[in-house]
């Protein structure tokens, strides 16, 4: 089945503790992406990549991290989590054209206290 | 910047069409019009996409209008399973990968 996988689903963590969202895609997509959603604020996008080794920064990217040394993976890093990035993370993917639809995962509720 | 501006909220009473508007009057040539909806609890889900043409699927219909500057998105009949936030979004070569999801229009269903 084709899919758009994170993990965790939940995670809470403390504040200036390290931590990594994984996101996973089976369809050989070229672009992946980070969202996260905020009440009133909706769907901000933090990092894209359009391949292997392309990373760019997306409205909000400031206190994280990513990396794509693989076509299929695109993990979030969080080098010292504050409370302000208690949010709910999506990671999206598609193929690199303009009529490709995002497919996206089902989310990582993320608390930071 | 490849904007859209949509209605914050919107009802429907059940087994009733809804229109649901979008305005992106900094459309450019190349730019497809993109929805998406989120159900509770969910990620986002594709719906239609078109870049001229009106569109049908099986989930909802798209109209374009003809300068391209607003579209609707159609559901035939509304049920309360269509009760989501929708997002329209621009995709093109302008908007490069950079998308504005916004906060949508929230869309309650009356039984």
Not at chain 1, 70 to 78: G, Q, T
Not at chain 1, 79 to 87: A, L
Not at chain 2, 63 to 75: G, Q, V, W
Request: aromatic share 8%; with cysteine.
């Amino acid at each position: 089945e084709a899919q758009v996988t994170q993990n965790p689903r939940y995670l809470i963590t403390v504040t200036g503790k390290k931590l990594t969202v994984t996101c996973s895609q089976n369809m050989n997509h070229e672009y992946m992406s980070w969202y996260r959603q905020d009440p009133g604020l909706g769907l901000r996008q933090i990092y894209y990549s359009m391949n292997v080794e392309v990373t760019d920064k997306g409205d909000v990217p400031e206190g994280y991290k990513v990396s794509r040394k693989e076509k299929r993976n695109f993990p979030l890093i969080l080098e010292s989590p504050s409370p302000n990035q208690t949010s709910l993370y999506f990671c999206a993917s598609s193929l690199d054209t303009p009529r490709s639809p995002l497919h996206f995962g089902n989310g990582t509720r993320l608390t930071v206290t | 910047d490849a904007k859209t501006t949509q209605p914050n909220s919107m009802e429907s009473n059940e087994e009733e069409p809804v229109h649901l508007p979008c305005n992106h009057s900094t459309i450019s040539g190349t730019d497809y019009i993109h929805w998406y909806r989120q159900l509770p609890s969910q990620g986002p889900e594709y719906v239609i996409h078109g870049l001229t043409s009106n569109v049908n699927n099986r989930m909802a219909s798209l109209a374009i209008a003809e300068d391209r500057k607003s579209s609707t998105l159609i559901l035939h009949r509304a049920t309360l399973r269509d009760a989501a936030v929708y997002y329209c979004i621009l995709r093109g070569m302008n908007t490069g990968n950079q998308f504005y999801f916004g906060t949508g229009t929230s869309l309650t269903v009356i039984p």
